[in-house]
């Protein structure tokens, strides 16, 4: 039926132009209604013909009629788009699958707009206004429509649990706060509402905070990929733009190298035609007097013979073989030996400059934020058991407890001989060669002047002023003495912040990091190297005078 009823609205107030409801309606004379642009543009086109149609019943009108508002039709539009609004509303208003639905409407309920936690029930817009009218029901708790009002029940008593158990963490209701809760904990659910609340604000400016710090990271991380990839298409570019340089310097190279060669080629080519052509000549002038001599020899008449024989012509002076040096077959070849030897020497030039490339090419390197660690379980599991090495003992410091604790003496000890040992500095380095991941703990007791905790290269000198744990750039050194602590490298300083009693170190050898941690309830870094090494490292330790060491054990 209602279906029917739209149908017919539309027949009624459609305009048979645009096919839409009509909009500023008019009536033509033939009784035919339109919107009153649509049949004026209808008309605008017959205008050239002189004649104007009703687009319906095609009657025709001459001259062009003047238009005028149907009011009576305008109005009955007015009131057709009233009834559509107010029904789309109450569509609107009333409960879908997912909305709460109102518990005090019959037949179709609307939308709940409030649930009453006293009530235990939920009431749309009309059903609501008792409770916004009513002084005792005004003091009703009102929440937003919620279908779990009946978990604000306690399945006990059946009151509403309007206090929490602190120490149950559990809503109760205001008999259970008087019987099994009695002794516990309890507030009201208004005030640990107000507290969780407070919370919750902390938690999300936490993660407020957290978001704008990740965002910033994200900006680093998309500026720093900006630059790899312009640092990259920069470097690709320049590489090419040499090795196109480098094509014509080698064409130029090749060219002059050819025209030497043939250059020499026709130096040494004429000297032998020369030489050829000579001995030609000198073949020839031979042959003929060999001829000379066989005719005289042949004669049979003595006196003619004895006769002739004092006018032959001397020989001229030959060019003995001797004298034309035949090189071997090898010519150019000592050419093409020297252009091989160019050839491997730029082979290993690329092929050392392409490792030397990666290897910048490794380096490259993003860190991305990472948190810090601080539990130390995580570091035990890379734990190494470290034991100094008595051949690089300084001769006043005394190893005990397995080589693993170092102290200051007055005394020297008695130790032999031996080129490992530290004859300036009053320091010993482990036996256990470090690579991998790596991590110990040195106790320390600072005496009078202090004690260094640190890694070196075993190449480190032994016997000068340099040999001194961060003196070079063959060690790193943590020195801990009060609150005048530091860290030092290659002889340049870094403060570091104190008082220190127990040092953890964590080595990730191939990731060139080294890090020094102040180990107590928690692992608070003290300095962190981030660099390349190049050799195996040694644990080592500088006493001072008064002072101890001693590395622990952790397994």
């Not at 749309?124 to 003091?139: D, F, I, M, T, Y």
Request: overall charge negative; aromatic content about 6%.
């Amino acid at each position: 039926m209602e279906q029917q009823e739209n149908h017919l609205d539309r027949e009624r107030f459609c305009c048979w132009i645009c096919v839409d409801l009509l909009k500023d309606p008019v009536t033509t004379g033939c009784g035919h209604s339109y919107c009153k642009s649509c049949i004026n543009t209808h008309w605008d086109k017959e205008e050239e013909r002189g004649s104007y149609s009703c687009p319906q019943c095609r009657q025709t009108f001459t001259p062009r009629p003047l238009l005028e508002k149907s009011t009576m039709l305008a109005d009955s539009l007015e009131e057709l788009k009233k009834t559509r609004l107010q029904a789309a509303s109450a569509d609107h208003c009333c409960a879908g699958s997912e909305d709460v639905a109102c518990d005090v409407c019959t037949g179709r309920k609307l939308k709940a707009l409030k649930s009453c936690l006293n009530c235990l029930a939920s009431y749309c817009e009309k059903h609501l206004q008792p409770h916004l009218q009513s002084a005792a029901l005004k003091k009703h708790k009102l929440v937003e429509p919620s279908e779990k009002l009946q978990e604000n029940i306690c399945s006990r008593h059946y009151e509403v649990m309007e206090m929490f158990c602190r120490t149950d963490q559990q809503c109760i209701c205001y008999l259970c706060s008087v019987e099994e809760h009695k002794d516990h904990d309890t507030v009201s659910a208004a005030a640990e509402r107000t507290e969780r609340q407070r919370e919750l604000g902390l938690r999300r400016q936490t993660i407020q905070q957290r978001v704008q710090n990740r965002e910033k990271d994200v900006k680093l991380l998309q500026q720093e990929e900006e630059a790899i990839n312009g640092s990259a298409d920069k470097a690709v570019e320049d590489s090419e733009e040499i090795l196109t340089e480098m094509i014509p310097l080698l064409e130029k190279r090749s060219s002059d190298g050819e025209q030497q060669i043939r250059s020499q080629q026709e130096t040494e080519v004429s000297r032998v035609r020369e030489i050829q052509e000579r001995l030609e000549q000198e073949i020839t002038e031979l042959k003929r007097k060999d001829h000379e001599l066989k005719q005289l020899s042949d004669t049979e008449d003595h006196n003619q013979l004895l006769h002739n024989y004092p006018s032959l012509s001397p020989l001229s002076g030959s060019t003995h073989s001797s004298s034309i040096r035949i090189r071997p077959l090898r010519n150019f070849e000592d050419v093409t030996a020297a252009m091989s030897q160019v050839r491997g020497q730029l082979q290993d030039i690329l092929s050392e400059t392409e490792t030397k490339i990666l290897q910048i090419v490794s380096q490259v390197d993003v860190l991305l934020p990472q948190p810090e660690i601080k539990n130390r379980a995580y570091f035990l599991q890379y734990s190494q058991e470290i034991t100094l090495d008595p051949n690089t003992a300084y001769r006043y410091l005394l190893l005990s407890e397995g080589n693993r604790k170092v102290t200051w003496m007055r005394k020297e000890q008695s130790y032999s001989n031996h080129p490992d040992r530290f004859t300036y500095w009053p320091q010993v380095l482990s036996r256990e060669s470090l690579t991998g991941r790596c991590y110990w703990e040195v106790e320390v007791e600072e005496g009078m002047e202090g004690v260094e905790v640190a890694v070196a290269y075993k190449n480190i000198s032994r016997d000068s002023r340099e040999c001194g744990f961060g003196h070079k750039d063959t060690s790193w050194s943590l020195y801990c003495y009060g609150n005048s602590n530091g860290f030092y490298h290659n002889r340049i300083g870094t403060p570091v912040s104190g008082p220190v009693s127990l040092v953890g170190v964590y080595l990730d050898h191939s990731a060139g990091v080294l890090s020094f941690y102040s180990v107590s309830d928690t692992m608070t870094l003290l300095h962190r190297v981030k660099t390349t090494f190049t050799q195996p490292l040694y644990a080592g330790v500088s006493v001072h005078t008064g002072a101890t060491a001693e590395f622990c054990k952790l397994k």
